[in-house]
C-alpha cells in the first residue's frame, strides 16, 4: 500500500514499532488480539488495527503540500479535512479557511471566493452541485481533491447497480458530510432515498409493501429523497450502500432486513431474488471493518474499562464506542486534557452528545486492565500521549521507553 509524507508531529515512536511488529508477525491480519502494553501496575491492551487509514494519510499529505506549494495564496477547505480537532487546527493555524462547517452551514459565503482561491475537497467528498458551483468560477475541484478512494468506490458502485435500473437506498448518517455527497452521486443516476437507522428503515419497508400510504412517505422522509422521487415506483428495485463509517453490522442488517421483505412481498426465492435486490455486498472501507474487527477480538479479553479516542463529530469513532459498551465500562475522549487527573476524567456521550466528568475512572486495583482504540482520523501521536499520561499516574513512565525500546 502507498506509503505518504504525513507531518511527524502526529506519529509516535511507540505506536509504530508496536504496529510495525504486529504486522511482520501476522502479515495476513488474521490475528485480532489486542497488543499487551504491561506497565507493572497498569497493563494497557491495544486493539490490532486503530488510527489513520489510507484516506485519511491521504487527504493530510494533499492538504499540507497544497499549503506549501501556493503561498501568498488563499486557501480554503470546503468543510472540515477530517473529523480530529488537532489536525483541523493545525490547518487553519496555517492559514486555511472552512468555508462550511461540518453540517453544511455555510461560515464564508461562496460568493466571496475567486478563481485565484485555493479549494481542497475533505475526505468525505462533496456534493456534484458545490462541485458545479466552484468549477463554474474557475476553481479546479479536481487538483486539490481528497475524497476518500473508498468513498468513490461507493459511488461507483452505485452507478453500476443504477445502470441495471435499481433504486439506491443509503445508509447512513443524513447530515453527514460523506452521506450527503453520497447521495448526491447516487441521485445523479438514479431515484434515491437516505435512511439513518433499522427503525427508519422498517418504516420504509411499509412503503414497500403498501402498509403505509404512499403520500405519508414524502413528510416522513423529507429531505431524505431524490427530486422526482415516486414512491409508488421507485422502491420495486433497489440496492443498499452506505456511508463508509458505519456499524458493518447495522449495514448488513438493513440489507438483510430489505432483502427478506422483498422476498416475502413479491414470492422470490434465492435463486431469483437479484430481479429486485441488488448484491451490493458491504461497501465499508478496509479501515473501518478492519477497526470493528478489531475491537471485537480486543473485548474477549477481561479488561476493567475502555477508552476509545477519536473525534467528537467521528462516526467511525463513535461507532467503536458504541461497540466497546455493549461490554464494559467506556469512555470517549478527543485528547489528554479529557484526563483531569487520576480521580477524573472528561468523556463524551457518544448518543446524548453531552461531555460530563467522570470521578473514581480508575478502579483501585492492581495490576489496572484497560482496553484502548483510537477512530480512523485520530494521530497515533494522541494515543501514545494518553498512554504516557495513563502511566504517570502510576509514576511508571519510563516503563513505556523500555516497552518501546523492546518493541523496536
Avoid at 15 to 44: C, H, M, Y
Avoid at 199 to 209: D, R, S
Amino acid at each position: 500500500m502507498k506509503q505518504f509524507n504525513v507531518p511527524n508531529i502526529y506519529s509516535s515512536p511507540l505506536i509504530s514499532a508496536i504496529k510495525q511488529q504486529r504486522r511482520q508477525q501476522d502479515k495476513l491480519k488474521k490475528d485480532f488480539e489486542p497488543t499487551l502494553v504491561d506497565l507493572g501496575p497498569l497493563q494497557i491492551f491495544l486493539a490490532r488495527h486503530f488510527g489513520f487509514c489510507y484516506g485519511v494519510e491521504n487527504a493530510i499529505e494533499i492538504a499540507f503540500n497544497t499549503i506549501d506549494e501556493n503561498p501568498g495564496k488563499r486557501i480554503f477547505l470546503l468543510s472540515e479535512m477530517i473529523h480530529n480537532p488537532q489536525v483541523n487546527a493545525d490547518l487553519q493555524e496555517r492559514g486555511v479557511q472552512f468555508l462550511q462547517d461540518t453540517y453544511g452551514k455555510q461560515l464564508i459565503p461562496f460568493d466571496e471566493i475567486t478563481a485565484d482561491d485555493v479549494v481542497i475537497i475533505p475526505a468525505f467528498g462533496t456534493t456534484l452541485e458545490i462541485e458545479k458551483l466552484l468549477n463554474d468560477k474557475g476553481i479546479p475541484t479536481a487538483k486539490y481533491n481528497t475524497t476518500c478512494p473508498f468513498v468513490e468506490k461507493v459511488w461507483n458502485r452505485s452507478e453500476q447497480i443504477a445502470e441495471k435500473g435499481y433504486s439506491i437506498v443509503v445508509h447512513g448518517k443524513p447530515k453527514h458530510e460523506e452521506t450527503r455527497a453520497t447521495f448526491s452521486h447516487a441521485s445523479l443516476h438514479t431515484p434515491t432515498v437516505v435512511v439513518n437507522d433499522m427503525a427508519e428503515t422498517a418504516e420504509l419497508a411499509k412503503y414497500i409493501t403498501g402498509e403505509k400510504p404512499a403520500e405519508q412517505f414524502y413528510t416522513e422522509f423529507n429531505g431524505r429523497y431524490s427530486e422526482g422521487f415516486d414512491i409508488t415506483k421507485h422502491l420495486q428495485k433497489i440496492g443498499v450502500v452506505n456511508q463508509t463509517t458505519q456499524l458493518a453490522s447495522d449495514t448488513q442488517a438493513i440489507s438483510d432486513y430489505l432483502k427478506s421483505v422483498f422476498i416475502r412481498h413479491h414470492n422470490l426465492t434465492a435463486e431469483n431474488i437479484g430481479e429486485r435486490f441488488a448484491d451490493t455486498r458491504d461497501t465499508l472501507c478496509y479501515a473501518t471493518n478492519d477497526n470493528q474487527t478489531a475491537v471485537t477480538g480486543m473485548l474477549e479479553t477481561p479488561a476493567d474499562l475502555a477508552i476509545v479516542i477519536g473525534g467528537y463529530n467521528s462516526s467511525n469513532s463513535s461507532h467503536l464506542v458504541e461497540l466497546c459498551e455493549n461490554k464494559l465500562t467506556t469512555y470517549f475522549i478527543d485528547s489528554t486534557d479529557r484526563l483531569l487527573n487520576k480521580d477524573a476524567i472528561e468523556t463524551r456521550n457518544w448518543q446524548t452528545k453531552e461531555l460530563s466528568v467522570k470521578t473514581g475512572f480508575l478502579p483501585g486495583k492492581m495490576p489496572l486492565k484497560i482496553l484502548i482504540t483510537s477512530g480512523a482520523s485520530c494521530p497515533d501521536a494522541v494515543v501514545e500521549d494518553v498512554i504516557r499520561k495513563l502511566a504517570g499516574f502510576y509514576g511508571v513512565e519510563e516503563k513505556v521507553d523500555a516497552f518501546m525500546e523492546e518493541s523496536a
